[in-house]
């Protein structure tokens, strides 16, 4: 049966996620929602807000914060897909969205999304321009994609944005963001690799420091 694309409101799309979601809980808010259906059945959902990030926040620029399917062929492809027209039809010229670090992003670059940015995990959400006491954030290496029409600001310039949303996980400051595709960087400098290291060995087990010594 083939695929379809309806407009949902935010209470239906957060039961959607609430659902379907594997990690993520339904959204607090949003611009707009869109339901990918199979005949009468919704076999997904996209949630599409403002941007979580301030930077990105320019009046021009929306974020895909949840995109959840039940598994069928070219869903999530669809829902990116769709997002981004309704976007672009409402006026917007950027949409961004995340995805953690290990997932492929097929579905994103089969529908004309670029990788532009390798974020690594974050310490917590205190940053100098705003502090905020959240101990226990879940450190999660994560990959910015971004499709953007041809008057969007220059990639470069997003990506720079949000330079101090990345902070190194030993001092807490500013991370300069790797371009290129590999692993995302967790220290600033070696210096406080070094200082994570001697840290690793002098509060954890033998086993933590043998997993820093190897990268993990």
Excluded at 12 to 40: D, I, N
Excluded at 67 to 80: F, M, R
Excluded at 135 to 155: H, K, Q, S, Y
Aim: net charge positive.
């Amino acid at each position: 049966m083939s695929l379809s694309i309806q407009p949902l409101s935010l209470a239906e799309a957060g039961a959607a996620v609430e659902k379907l979601h594997r990690h993520h809980r339904k959204p607090q808010g949003h611009k707009f929602s869109l339901a990918l259906m199979s005949g009468k059945d919704l076999v997904g959902v996209a949630v599409v807000g403002r941007p979580v990030a301030r930077a990105f926040d320019d009046g021009l620029t929306l974020e895909v914060t949840r995109v959840a399917t039940d598994g069928a062929t070219n869903a999530c492809s669809a829902l990116y897909g769709a997002a981004w027209r309704t976007a672009r039809a409402a006026g917007y010229r950027r949409l961004i969205t995340y995805t953690q670090d290990g997932e492929s992003g097929a579905s994103l670059r089969a529908v004309g999304w670029r990788r532009a940015a390798e974020l690594s995990p974050r310490r917590g959400w205190d940053t100098p321009s705003r502090h905020r006491d959240d101990r226990g954030t879940d450190r999660i290496a994560r990959v910015l994609w971004e499709i953007t029409t041809a008057n969007a600001a220059p990639a470069m310039r997003a990506r720079d944005a949000i330079r101090d949303e990345i902070q190194c996980l030993a001092c807490g400051d500013p991370m300069p963001l790797r371009r290129g595709r590999g692993r995302p960087a967790r220290y600033c400098t070696p210096r406080c690799r070094q200082r994570a290291f001697r840290h690793r060995a002098e509060h954890s087990g033998p086993n933590s420091v043998t997993g820093e010594a190897l990268g993990y």
